[in-house]
């Protein structure tokens, strides 16, 4: 059978603040790991928030060109003048 050999004080110090920052490490690791998960949940959250509101806003779009183009007929829109010209019709060429 081998001899058993006795560690000095120092060595055994150095093992266990080894042992310990290897622990703190992992715990780090397992908190940042938490902490990715839920930002990335929250990110996840903004997107489906703003795809919403964006199809909204497309949606409330639609219903006032819709509405705009009952009243006015077919035309363009110049948003730096402010000015509508209607589509010539058939009926105004004539």
């Known amino acids: 059978m081998a001899e058993q050999i006795q560690f000095t004080e120092e060595e055994v110090t150095k093992i266990s603040q080894l042992r310990q920052d ?7 690791l397992g908190q940042l790991s938490i902490e990715k998960e ?6 996840d959250d903004l997107i ?3 795809i919403k509101k964006h199809q909204d806003l497309q949606k409330v779009e639609s219903e006032l060109f819709q509405s705009l183009n009952e009243k006015y007929g077919d035309g363009n829109y110049d948003p730096s003048t402010n000015v509508f010209t209607p589509t010539p019709t058939e009926k105004d060429s004539e």
Not at 22 to 28: D, R
Not at 38 to 43: D, N, P, Q, T, V
């Open 22 to 28: 290897v622990s703190e490490v992992f715990t780090q």
């Open 38 to 43: 839920r930002r990335l949940k929250e990110i």
């Open 48 to 50: 489906a928030q703003g």
